[in-house]
């Protein structure tokens, strides 16, 4: 069974930087893109971009580019996703998710909450 | 990018009424088109893939039709369980843009 176990909340200062956690189990890890999703209190959800664990290689959403890093570890079938240069408008939970068929997202952590404060 | 535009924003329903859920995209997506369920305090859940597709696991009164630009997520016959917000998410091109959601509440 698919599993993803993201990291805690965290609190941090405007212009710090946080980095999330998101250990699988169930698959094989390096055989699925992990996306990354925010979403604000109150608010819906935003598809922040996606790591192919496999590769290494990324796709960000413009929005984010030039602040987030997406990497893995594949000796601990971990994803990380580290945002740079936080404002309050980015408290949020962040999630991650498996891509599944089709491009969706099959299957959610929990998510982490990150206060910018 | 394309853009998701999602109707009703909210609904208001009874248990056993037939719901249904709009999503338009703002240019052609074929049939890359998601359906999730959320439930407050909770991730997002995966209901249909590409348009038409029932996740597995998930209640058959859930149903999806459309492709092209304009979508639909049908719930034949309302739960309490049911009671949530919905979104759609196009997967045709990135970024993978969600819409605003419709929150279904209890009449």
């Given amino acids: ?117 | 990018d394309i853009q998701m535009t999602q109707s009703p924003p909210s609904l208001s329903a009874s248990v056993g009424d037939r719901v249904t859920i709009t999503c338009r995209a703002s240019q052609t997506i074929t049939s890359f088109l998601n359906w999730y369920q959320q439930k407050p305090g909770e991730a997002p859940k995966l209901l249909i893939y590409a348009a038409t597709i029932l996740q597995s696991g998930v209640p058959s009164r859930f149903s999806g039709r459309g492709s092209g630009t304009d979508f639909t997520l049908t719930i034949s016959s309302l739960q309490p369980e049911d009671f949530a917000t919905y979104y759609c998410q196009e997967s045709y091109s990135v970024p993978l843009t969600f819409g605003g959601g419709t929150k279904v509440e209890i009449k």
Avoid at chain 1, 7 to 34: D, L, N
Avoid at chain 1, 52 to 63: D, I, V
Wanted: proline residues 3%.
């Fill in chain 1, 1 to 117: 069974q698919v599993h993803l176990v993201q990291s805690g909340a965290e609190v941090r200062k405007p212009g710090a930087s946080v980095k999330v956690s998101c250990q699988a189990s169930g698959y094989i890890f390096t055989g699925y893109y992990i996306y990354w999703v925010r979403q604000a209190p109150g608010q819906g959800l935003e598809w922040m971009g996606w790591i192919n664990p496999n590769t290494g290689g990324t796709n960000y959403a413009q929005k984010f580019q030039d602040r987030v890093t997406m990497t893995t570890n594949t000796s601990i079938n971990t994803a990380y996703m580290e945002l740079n240069r936080l404002k309050s408008e980015d408290t949020a939970v962040f999630y991650c998710a498996t891509r599944g068929p089709y491009g969706s997202a099959a299957w959610w952590g929990r998510g982490t909450q990150v206060t910018v404060s």
